[in-house]
Every structure is written in C-alpha cells, then in structure tokens.
C-alpha cells in the first residue's frame, strides 16, 4: 500500500487496515507500507501494525517479496 500522498490516518482507517490485514492473513497474503510519513510510521509503531505488515522502499519490493 502507497501512502505517499497520505500525511495522517486516523482511527477508522487504522481499523480498516486491521481488517485488511486480518482478511490477508486468512489466505497467507502479506500487507506492505511504502512511503510512509513519519507521523503515520510512528502511529502504525505504536499501534503495533508492523507485526502484522512490513514496511518496504518502494512498491516494487513489495512485488518482489
């Protein structure tokens, strides 16, 4: 997911992107950040999001994984 033109994300959208990655993980699929603002990289940190996602460069490393 490219959240480069993204600044914030608030609670309902932290809450869809838990249901995403709880759908994902009921067929072995796998959720990548890229573009992240340091503002959302800190929330998505202290939301504990990246237990569950990865944050990557670029979307093409995330095709690639």
Do not use: H, W
């Amino acid at each position: 997911m490219d959240l480069n033109d993204s600044k914030v994300v608030n609670s309902i959208g932290i809450s869809y992107l838990i249901e995403i990655i709880e759908k994902l993980n009921e067929s072995s699929g796998k959720l990548y950040f890229t573009n992240l603002d340091p503002t959302i990289e800190k929330t998505f940190n202290i939301m504990g999001l990246f237990q569950f996602a990865e944050k990557v460069d670029s979307v093409d490393e995330a095709l690639q994984k």
